[in-house]
């Protein structure tokens, strides 16, 4: 049996794996080089405000996943999908030279549009990668595999956001230096592309409906149709929701109950990535290489224990007269160590959730319709993180209720919904696995 450290170094994985880790890293790049070029004033050429700019961005890179996610699984269950993803590959290489000239020329037209099409790569790239796991390794190896996964995203979205800010520092006005930077991680994801094994045809019958709106439906009812794989999406979804109900609160958090700096900001991101990435490697460690669910349940009660632990540390923190900076957080008090323990262990459970969850999803799913779960996996996602922002909008904004609240009463819906869906797939997962040994 192939090892963990080998695993990675195998010419089955390493490929798709890198691939997938500069694609991800290639968007959080781009992604952050733009929220930074509009935030801070680098394109001059628009009176628009940056509010509505930062969040029109956010719209546009989620939108493709409502619309295309459903073709972009039969396309991926219809096609080769080695081939399929270096096309893709070299899609996103173009859209970085829509990039640079938006870059380069100053339109934030040009570099809204090209955010728009990553988010389009994003979306047809989603159902090849996870999909193509059961097909490239071997079922004891399925959750090494998607520990490893979630594990090289998490910090290619870290990489991402601090290459990207650290990019656009050191470039001043000379923009040239984000765009060298993002082509050539489009390039190195082709080049790491080259070299993944060529994969079975599921079914080459499939008829492409290009009707996005009823192609989703579609996908999103055969999803439905199977109990243990609609309960697993959900699952999967919540954690999205949960998820973005921390994340998109940590600026705010740190401005408003912290007092401190934009680089705090990063430090918190950087200790919650880093937290996904323990998580999903203890995740294969202490549960074990066969798929199982064993390690959600721990990872539900971590994400509720955890969340209230933050929001009590928060309650402790002082008022402080002013700004601090990184290095103050450090020499400031015990309770920041609270604020940033709470949210690494809020990461570490966020893996120990996560992980066993995917591996189910491809484990279970039918071969034949194994993209096209994922599709429908990524239609909920989305789903579920817009629900989190209006959510979140109606707490803070509209209700005035505070962020501590808000913290609180999320985790006792994730406790609620965590219970609920344990003592719904629990059964189904032995009645499929009883019958898969009778047959």
Known sequence: MEKKQTLLTSRRFLPMFLTQFFGALNDNVYKQSLLLVITYGLIQNTNNNISILNN????????????????????????????????????????????????????????????????????????????????????????????????????????????????????????IWVCITVLSIALLGYFSSRFILKQPVNDNHIDIDWNFFRTSWQTMSYAKSIPVIYLILLGNSWYWFYGASYLTQIPEL????????????????????????????????????????????????????FAFYLAGALYFVPEQPITLQLTDIFTHGLVYYHVMLAIILLGISGGFYIVPLYALMQAYSPQS?????????NIYNAIFMVASAIFSILILSILKIDMKVLFCITAILSAIFSFWLLKKVRPLLKETNALEDYN
């Open 254 to 305: 740190t401005h408003k109950y912290l007092n401190a700096s934009e680089n705090v900001v990063s430090l918190l991101l950087t200790f919650f990535s880093v937290g996904i990435g323990i998580g999903s490697l203890l995740c294969r460690k202490i549960g074990g290489s066969e798929v199982n669910i064993k390690m959600v349940p721990i990872g539900a009660i971590g994400l509720t224990v």
């Open 369 to 377: 319709h194994r993209a096209r779960i994922v599709a429908a996996n």
């Open 56 to 175: 029109l961005a956010a719209l546009l890179f989620i939108l493709p996943y409502f619309i295309f996610s459903a073709t972009a699984g039969q396309i991926a269950d219809k096609f080769e999908r080695s081939q399929l993803i270096r096309y893709i590959k070299l899609l996103e290489i173009g859209i970085m030279v829509i990039g640079s000239c938006g870059f380069l020329l100053g339109h934030i037209s040009l570099l809204l549009f090209s955010l728009f099409l990553m988010g389009v790569h994003s979306t047809f790239f989603g159902p090849i990668k996870y999909a193509i796991l059961p097909e490239i390794l071997k079922p004891n190896e399925l959750m090494t595999g998607n520990a490893l996964f979630q594990t090289g995203t998490s910090l290619a979205i870290l990489f991402g956001m601090i290459l990207g800010g650290a990019v656009i520092s050191i470039s001043h006005d000379h923009l």
